[in-house]
């Protein structure tokens, strides 16, 4: 099992920079597949971006070349950087964690993130 605790959110004007980290607890993080999820007042939760246990990465078409997921295994933390804000990313962001070849994901508590424009 793996405890996840995100932090790094705030209040951000559009075109700003905000960079979520994302901790976890426990060992062998490196075997788990990390995403990022954001999910909008009134609406569904939406995967944002996806960073694999050998660093693949995949995004969402909405923050393609503006967002970067990464990760630091000596760390146990994952990590998004968000530039080019827009009004539209305000949501609150959440990490997952799922260990490789389980479906099992793991969450953390969320961290609100507001743009204002």
């Known amino acids: 099992q793996v405890q996840l605790v995100e932090s790094g959110g705030g209040l951000v004007q559009a075109g700003g920079s905000l960079r979520l980290s994302c901790a976890a607890s426990?060992?062998?993080?490196?075997?788990?597949?990390m995403y990022w999820y954001r999910q909008a007042p009134g609406k569904q939760r939406d995967l944002v971006a996806t960073?694999?246990?050998?660093?693949?990465?995949t995004y969402s078409d909405s923050v393609k070349g503006r967002f970067t997921i990464s990760r630091d295994n000596a760390k146990n933390t994952v990590y998004l950087q968000m530039n080019s804000l827009k009004a539209e990313d305000t949501a609150v962001y959440s990490c997952?964690?799922?260990?490789?070849?389980?479906?099992?994901?793991?969450w953390g508590q969320g961290t609100q993130v507001t743009v204002s424009s």
């Open positions: 960073i694999g246990s050998e660093s693949t990465t």
């Open positions: 426990g060992s062998s993080f490196s075997f788990y597949v």
């Open positions: 997952a964690a799922r260990r490789i070849h389980t479906s099992i994901y793991y």
